[in-house]
């Protein structure tokens, strides 16, 4: 054998290039991670995903350009064919999606949006992909497409693999969309798994996820304690993960804290301040009403649980509840039934009187059986503060329509009503201006993004008067800012014998049960509607002494702008502080005076005085009067309480 080929023979020949092991999908991943966890716990925020994705930075391409790049990519793939396609087929299909998204700087709401948009006529076939991009997809997109047909077509046997894509993070929410339109309490669970925090509601999450039932009822109680300040998603995420409709509907012992607690969280399901009315998102609502007023006479008669009965029938009256689809002679039979077990004597009583000194509403008066949250109240003036709201509140939302046009001396309703509402005091909840066209709640069915504006921004300002010029009217703004998420506005004119409302601008409203519509434009006879705005204006018998003087404060600011002029101030926001509702808060911006030696001509910055003035007792009326003659002849900016400087 010759050198080089003995060299040949002893140098080793290079072994074939191995075949990269095919990723592990995301499905898989999420499952390993379940099943080590004990007693199949739910994990809280999420598994973080096997190879997370670099995060892009947001590109500046525009949506729409973005969107259909995406539908190119997709549409070919869902689209029928004449051919029969296997499971083969579906598996090239999805890693084609899998190498075409790489190219694509896609995130999950451009994956909803067209997904949602897709015509898919052979609805087998995009099910089929789906599934195959649920279960072997190893890249975040591609599954979200996969998630986003069992959005549209999932079936029950898609829930088990939906639920465990459902505890990675960057899916969760995507994976608890599809699960809604198939399975709500599973959907609900998944969700309270990922974003719920405290130990009560962990507790009833873990006991839920090992469906271990007589567990779930005793962790229930610890989380409905806790429902009256429980974020209004996840009050109905709980509703929905223990199906407390069926929970009230079961015959056998009486359960007072499980239909106190269920009040307590329809009134935080109906809550608009902080984002969209989460009732209108509940298809057990209307149940959930019933079955609530069915148990209600089960109540002990104490004074918080007179305000859960008149806090749930405010909202059956002119909340979002009246939205649903109730059918004929529902509600205002749960309506009936509250007004009636809140007139018999044993109730009427908590009103009468004055409360006992340091006598709560929370634990002590449900000493049999602990029923009610501590509610914080330390003295008798909490306490009165919450029989004076109800005592204004009663009757409110069992006025019927007859009562309302006797109210603006009319003999028959009109189509626009309008009705300042003020909420149980103890909630973290705001007044709002309820505006109702044919007994109908506008805000949430047009807008659903924030209440409707305070009666001092719509009634005391007069802006709801109609004048021979068109006015625009802002009726609502988003929880988080008009410019972020946008607000409602009409323009409000006069047509001869008719007052118009149109040319509506708003923001697409969030997703509900509520059919999407367009608003319609509205008219309205002259005299009745002229009638029932000088009404509203005139109606102050939902205020309190604290916001009646802050109201008379504003008034008299507006009448005599020169107070202020005088000190160079403006007037920025008057009201009752959102914390103490018996401060009234005076909110003033000026400019800074310049310090001796600095240049007079450049402009100073704003200054913002924050002035509190405590409600002790002196008449409203009273009360202004000072506050007026002190802004008259004192500069506010030495008034010492003062906000920031911008």
Not at 12 to 37: G, K, V, W
Not at 276 to 290: D, N, S, T
Not at 583 to 598: D, E, F, K, W
Request: aromatic letters at 6%; a negative charge.
């Amino acid at each position: 054998m010759s050198a080089p080929e003995e060299r040949g023979a002893l140098t080793p020949t290079s072994a074939p290039a191995p075949t990269p092991a095919p990723a592990l999908s995301l499905y898989a991943h999420a499952l390993r991670l379940h099943r080590a966890e004990p007693g199949g716990r739910l994990p809280e925020g999420g598994y973080a995903l096997p190879d997370p994705p670099e995060r892009r930075r947001r590109t500046r391409t525009p949506w729409k350009t973005v969107c259909a790049a995406l539908t190119e990519v997709l549409a070919p793939l869902t689209a029928a064919s004449d051919t029969a396609r296997t499971e083969a087929d579906a598996a090239r299909a999805a890693q084609e999606i899998h190498l075409r998204l790489a190219e694509l700087s896609v995130r999950g709401g451009h994956v909803q949006f067209v997904v949602a948009e897709l015509p898919l006529e052979d609805e087998d076939w995009a099910r089929a992909l789906g599934r195959c991009l649920t279960r072997t997809g190893s890249g975040p997109m591609a599954v979200c497409v996969g998630l986003a047909l069992l959005t549209r077509l999932g079936e029950p046997e898609d829930v088990p693999c939906l639920r465990t894509l459902g505890q990675l993070q960057d899916l969760a929410s995507h994976a608890v969309r599809a699960l809604d339109a198939i399975d709500r309490p599973t959907a609900a669970l998944v969700w309270l798994g990922h974003y719920a925090g405290g130990p009560e509601l962990r507790a009833l999450v873990d006991a839920l996820a090992a469906a271990d039932e007589p567990s779930v009822r005793g962790r229930l109680d610890a989380v409905l304690r806790e429902a009256g300040v429980m974020r209004p998603e996840t009050a109905r995420r709980v509703a929905e993960a223990v199906r407390l409709a069926g929970l009230l509907e079961e015959t056998g012992a009486r359960d007072r804290r499980l239909v106190a607690g269920a009040g307590r969280l329809l009134r935080r399901m109906s809550s608009v301040n902080d984002d969209r009315a989460e009732i209108l998102a509940c298809p057990m609502a209307v149940r959930l009403f019933e079955a609530f007023a069915v148990r209600a006479a089960e109540l002990p008669p104490t004074l918080d649980h007179y305000a859960i009965l008149l806090s749930v029938a405010l909202e059956l009256h002119s909340g979002p509840g009246r939205l649903l689809e109730w059918g004929t002679g529902r509600r205002e039979a749960l309506l009936d039934g509250l007004d009636s077990l809140l007139s018999r004597p044993v109730w009427r009583v908590l009103l009468a009187g004055e409360p006992a000194e340091g006598s709560g509403s929370g634990k002590g008066s449900d000493s049999d059986s602990d029923l009610g949250p501590d509610l914080g109240f330390a003295s008798g003036s909490d306490e009165r503060r919450r029989v004076e709201w109800a005592r204004r509140t009663a009757r409110q939302p069992f006025c019927r329509d007859a009562e309302h046009a006797a109210s603006a001396g009319r003999t028959s309703a009109g189509r626009l009503r309008i009705e300042p509402t003020f909420l149980d005091p103890v909630d973290p909840d705001v007044v709002e201006t309820r505006i109702l066209i044919d007994g109908l709640p506008l805000v949430p069915a047009a807008f659903g993004r924030g209440p409707a504006h305070a009666p001092e921004y719509l009634l005391d300002s007069g802006r709801l008067r109609a004048t021979g010029e068109p006015r625009e009217v802002q009726l609502a703004e988003a929880y988080c800012t008009e410019g972020c998420c946008g607000a409602l506005h009409v323009t409000i004119r006069r047509d001869g014998d008719h007052v118009v409302w149109s040319d509506w601008r708003r923001p697409a409203p969030p997703s509900s049960l509520l059919p999407a519509r367009e608003l319609p434009e509205y008219r309205f006879e002259a005299a009745a509607y002229d009638a029932e705005i000088e009404r509203a204006e005139n109606d102050h018998s939902w205020t309190w002494p604290a916001r009646r003087a802050a109201r008379l404060i504003a008034a008299g600011l507006r009448d005599r702008p020169e107070l202020l002029t005088r000190w160079d101030v403006e007037p920025w926001w008057v009201g009752t502080d959102f914390r103490n509702r018996d401060l009234v808060a005076v909110s003033l911006r000026c400019r800074t005076r310049p310090a001796p030696g600095q240049d007079g001509e450049a402009e100073a910055p704003w200054q913002y005085v924050m002035w509190h003035i405590p409600e002790d007792g002196t008449a409203p009326e009273d009360l202004a009067a000072a506050a007026l003659q002190r802004l008259a002849t004192v500069d506010p900016r030495t008034y010492g309480a003062g906000g920031g400087v911008r």
